[in-house]
């Protein structure tokens, strides 16, 4: 059955369902209240979902706002709070708190991360709802950043084999202003806005933010123009119904950098500035992605056991990428070659998700039901162009070349893919006992995929696939402030999942990730301090590999993540506050072809850490010391190329006097010469990371 509905539809049809329920809502007889003492009731910005570094709820693992010691899955938070205080404006700047995620440069033009062995290159949502359009994400509208690990397919759908990054957004409902001015290393300018406020009577909020930065680079030839604006409204239709409204645009202009080659099995020795591209970068090799999408929520609460929320999500992504990388080396000669390239993307594309929530005792069990449904529908139109340039570079000193944008004719892809989406999913948290608990669910996906081509020679290919996706965990907490689970978990990853089918692998069922994961969660110093630690082990099989003879791929690949994760917050007495976190992945091919055979998986490092830690000195005075540890990784699968092993510090200071602010950031604080990412799949694509720098950010927030 294919799904055809509009996005506009879609909206339509669920005014229709929630008609009713609203005149029944704005219409039913009110019972007398009682008369009591009037109380005046003002937002406070502390009391957002993002503010401190030890938030105790999450509402990415469960759809609902749930204690994280009550989920049996382990689950990393990065809070608004911590991105201000790291001055984070990218989405590799916040997830660098998170154990167990590693980086791709996602080919110099999107977010591209590894979670606990796994790419997780689709694995981006937003408030719940997917969002794997190709592009870098901007901050500025983020409230906090939750990343589950494991299988999440139970609520979410296909994908998500190490885990999935959830983005809450900023909402109305709290009275805020604030005004951030930044200046930094390499020119690099950023303002800030987020204003917001609640009327009077409680019967509408609004809030805008937003944020516009002018940057070169430590990379040559490289430069950031970006702008973002987010503007959102609620309303209160009736006593127990609210209706959001959010919109968000973002405008992102960059150079497409792929970073540097290898050679003898490490990328080269080189200046981190040292690029590989056109000489006229700027013109020739510059990635602009626009990004539009509204969102419209409807939240009713029938009454203390039943509610419901329904969710429409429409949104349009443009790419234009012209990229020149490098695409073969000589070691023999330390000469090498490059290709220049075009991609074109245009896609758009609608979610509707409907969750009705159910609280109920049975036998004399609490219970917390979920029941879901979502459909929608994507179209990801794309056109790539590839050409050799003529010549051959020098390895360590190459001239470069000054390049055309490359002509949109004879492309070597140029189709147009269509994504299809109905699922059902229900779940139950259920409370035993006070020392009892558990987590159970399903969701049942039927995804189709089709791909329409429109060069000569090049069939149109399509294919549909239906999976379960199940969740269990139990939870031991023999007192209030120690929590003890077990789970499992499945997810599905289609053959084309985000991408376009090929004729390679458009007659070839899911890949199936399974998770099993035993763990405990302790709260220490009366809730001011709690700590995570996780042992599991993550199994993907039914992995395409290719066929020795031609380009055909065999679903006979199988990889695995043994590992331990810990991870901590706390907001001590004195001023203290900290995060830190700390992973150990064994993370194999334990079946494929024989060169891949036994192989760990790419930009995956055995052992990896972060500390973050601030002290508020008194006086409006503080500051902030941190660390990020990255052991050795692979660069390619055959795992020819090795990645050193590095440690960066971090450091801040800060004054602040009533509602002004003046903060100072200093990354990379021993100016340590490292490589911060990979592309994953090739040797011969890895990027430096920044040398010392340091970011000025005056505020005004109130």
Same mark, same amino acid.
């Given at each position: 059955?294919r799904i055809k509905l509009?996005?506009?539809?879609?909206?339509?049809?669920? =005014?229709?369902?929630?008609?009713?329920m609203?005149?029944?809502?704005q219409?039913?007889?009110?019972p !007398?209240p009682?008369?009591?003492?009037?109380v005046?009731?003002?937002?406070?910005v502390?009391?957002e979902?993002?503010?401190?570094y030890?938030p105790?709820?999450?509402?990415?693992?469960?759809?609902?706002? +749930?204690?994280?010691?009550?989920?049996?899955?382990t689950v990393?938070?990065v809070?608004?709070?911590?991105?201000?205080?790291?001055h984070?404006?990218?989405?590799?700047d916040?997830?660098?708190?998170?154990p167990?995620v590693?980086?791709?440069?996602?080919?110099? *033009?999107?977010?591209?991360? =590894?979670?606990?062995?796994?790419?997780?290159?689709a694995?981006?949502?937003?408030?719940?709802?997917?969002?794997? +359009?190709?592009?870098?994400?901007?901050?500025?509208?983020?409230?906090?950043?939750?990343?589950?690990?494991?299988?999440a397919a139970v609520?979410?759908?296909?994908?998500?084999s190490? #885990?999935?990054?959830n983005?809450?957004t900023?909402?109305?409902g709290?009275?805020?202003?604030?005004?951030?001015? =930044?200046?930094?290393?390499?020119?690099?300018?950023?303002a800030?806005?987020?204003?917001?406020?609640?009327?009077?009577?409680g019967?509408?909020?609004?809030?805008?933010?937003?944020?516009?930065?002018?940057?070169?680079?430590?990379?040559?030839?490289?430069f950031?123009?970006?702008?973002?604006?987010?503007?959102?409204?609620?309303?209160?239709v009736?006593?127990?119904?609210?209706?959001?409204?959010q919109?968000?645009?973002?405008?992102?202009r @960059?150079?497409?950098?792929f970073g540097?080659?290898?050679? %003898?099995?490490?990328p080269?020795?080189?200046?981190?500035?040292?690029?590989?591209?056109?000489?006229?970068?700027?013109?020739?090799?510059?990635? *602009?992605?626009r990004?539009?999408?509204?969102?419209?929520t409807?939240?009713? @609460?029938?009454?203390?056991?039943?509610?419901?929320?329904?969710?429409?999500?429409?949104y349009h &992504?443009?790419?234009?990428?012209?990229?020149t990388?490098?695409?073969?080396?000589?070691?023999?000669t330390?000469?090498?070659?490059?290709?220049?390239?075009?991609?074109? %993307?245009?896609?758009h594309?609608?979610?509707?998700? !409907?969750?009705?929530i159910?609280k109920?005792t049975?036998? #004399?069990?609490?219970?917390?039901?979920?029941?879901g449904?979502?459909?929608g529908q994507q179209?990801?139109?794309?056109?790539?162009?590839?050409?050799?340039?003529?010549?051959t570079?020098?390895?360590?000193?190459?001239?470069?070349?000054?390049?055309p944008?490359?002509?949109?004719?004879?492309?070597?892809?140029s189709?147009?893919g269509i994504?299809?989406?109905?699922?059902?999913y229900?779940?139950d948290m259920?409370?035993f006992?006070?020392?009892?608990?558990?987590?159970?669910?399903?969701r049942y996906?039927?995804?189709?995929?089709?791909?329409?081509?429109r060069?000569?020679?090049?069939?149109?290919?399509?294919?549909?696939d239906?999976?379960?996706?199940?969740?269990?965990?139990?939870?031991?907490?023999?007192s209030?402030?120690?929590?003890?689970?077990?789970s499992w978990?499945?997810s599905?990853?289609?053959s #084309?999942?985000a991408?376009?089918?090929a004729a390679?692998?458009?007659?070839?069922g899911?890949?199936?990730?399974?998770?099993?994961e035993?763990?405990?969660?302790?709260?220490?110093l009366?809730g001011?301090?709690?700590t995570t630690?996780?042992?599991?082990?993550?199994?993907?099989?039914?992995?395409?590999?290719?066929?020795?003879?031609?380009?055909?791929l065999l679903?006979?690949?199988?990889?695995?993540?043994?590992g331990?994760?810990l991870?901590?917050a706390?907001?001590?007495g004195?001023?203290?506050?900290?995060l830190?976190? &700390?992973?150990?992945?064994d993370a194999?091919? !334990?079946?494929?072809?024989?060169?891949l055979?036994?192989?760990?998986?790419?930009i995956?490092?055995?052992?990896?850490?972060?500390?973050?830690v601030?002290?508020?000195l008194?006086?409006?005075?503080?500051?902030?010391?941190?660390a990020?540890l990255?052991g050795?990784r692979?660069?390619d699968?055959?795992?020819?190329?090795?990645?050193?092993?590095?440690?960066?510090?971090?450091a801040?200071?800060?004054?602040?006097r009533?509602?002004?602010e003046?903060?100072?950031?200093v &990354?990379n604080?021993?100016?340590k010469?490292y490589?911060?990412?990979?592309?994953?799949t090739n040797?011969?694509?890895n990027?430096?990371?920044a040398?010392r720098?340091?970011?000025?950010?005056?505020?005004? @927030?109130?």
């Open positions: 059955m509009h996005p506009i539809c879609a909206a339509v049809a669920g =005014s229709f369902v929630f008609q009713p609203l005149v029944w809502a219409s039913a007889p009110a !007398t009682a008369q009591l003492p009037e005046t009731v003002k937002a406070d502390s009391r979902l993002g503010a401190g030890n105790p709820n999450a509402v990415s693992a469960t759809k609902t706002e +749930a204690p994280l010691r009550d989920v049996p899955q990393n938070v809070t608004a709070e911590v991105m201000r205080d790291q984070a404006t990218s989405m590799q916040a997830l660098k708190n998170v167990g590693s980086f791709s440069h996602g080919d110099g *033009q999107r977010d591209q991360v =590894s979670i606990r062995g796994f790419t997780a290159i694995d981006q949502f937003v408030d719940g709802i997917r969002d794997d +359009a190709l592009y870098f994400r901007d901050m500025s509208n983020v409230d906090r950043v939750e990343v589950i690990k494991g299988p609520l979410y759908g296909r994908g998500s190490g #885990g999935l990054i983005r809450v900023k909402k109305p709290i009275d805020v202003t604030d005004f951030a001015l =930044s200046y930094g290393m390499w020119a690099d300018r950023r800030e806005a987020d204003v917001g406020r609640v009327f009077a009577d019967a509408a909020a609004f809030r805008v933010t937003g944020a516009v930065e002018k940057a070169n680079s430590y990379r040559s030839q490289q950031l123009d970006r702008a973002a604006i987010a503007p959102s409204l609620e309303l209160r009736a006593p127990e119904t609210t209706v959001l409204f919109a968000d645009y973002l405008e992102d @960059r150079v497409t950098d540097i080659p290898a050679y %003898r099995g490490r080269v020795d080189v200046p981190a500035s040292r690029y590989y591209g056109a000489a006229n970068a700027r013109d020739a090799d510059y990635s *602009q992605s990004v539009f999408s509204g969102t419209a409807i939240n009713h @609460r029938f009454n203390e056991n039943w509610s419901i929320r329904n969710a429409t999500r429409y &992504y443009s790419l234009d990428r012209n990229n990388l490098t695409a073969a080396v000589n070691e023999a330390q000469r090498l070659t490059m290709n220049h390239g075009n991609v074109r %993307r245009e896609e594309g609608w979610f509707n998700q !409907t969750d009705l159910q109920a049975i036998f #004399g069990t609490k219970h917390e039901i979920l029941y449904m979502e459909i179209n990801k139109d794309q056109i790539n162009n590839t050409k050799p340039v003529p010549g570079f020098d390895l360590f000193n190459p001239v470069l070349p000054v390049l944008r490359p002509a949109p004719g004879n492309p070597t892809t189709n147009l994504f299809d989406t109905l699922a059902f229900t779940q259920i409370t006992s006070e020392q009892w608990k558990a987590l159970v669910g399903v996906d039927n995804f189709q995929q089709e791909t329409r081509n060069i000569a020679g090049q069939r149109d290919l399509s294919r549909s239906s999976a379960w996706s199940p969740r269990a965990g139990l939870v031991w907490q023999p209030k402030t120690q929590s003890y689970y077990v978990s499945k599905f990853q289609p #084309g999942e991408f376009a089918l390679n692998n458009a007659d070839l899911p890949e199936n990730t399974t998770n099993t035993v763990g405990a969660k302790y709260d220490w009366n001011k301090a709690s630690i996780s042992l599991f082990r993550l199994e993907r099989s039914n992995i395409k590999v290719a066929n020795a003879t031609n380009t055909a679903p006979i690949g199988e990889q695995r993540t043994d331990v994760e991870s901590g706390a907001e001590l004195s001023g203290w506050r900290m830190a976190g &700390y992973a150990y992945l194999t091919i !334990t079946k494929s072809s024989a060169a055979q036994g192989k760990r998986a790419t995956t490092p055995r052992h990896s850490g972060n500390l973050w601030t002290k508020d008194g006086h409006g005075f503080g500051v902030g010391l941190g990020n990255v050795a692979y660069a699968p055959q795992n020819t190329v090795t990645l050193p092993g590095y440690v960066t510090a971090d801040m200071a800060w004054y602040r009533g509602a002004f003046a903060q100072l950031n &990354y604080l021993f100016d010469g490589i911060v990412s990979a592309h994953g040797a011969n694509l990027m430096p990371g040398p720098s340091v970011m000025a950010t005056l505020r005004y @927030r109130m």
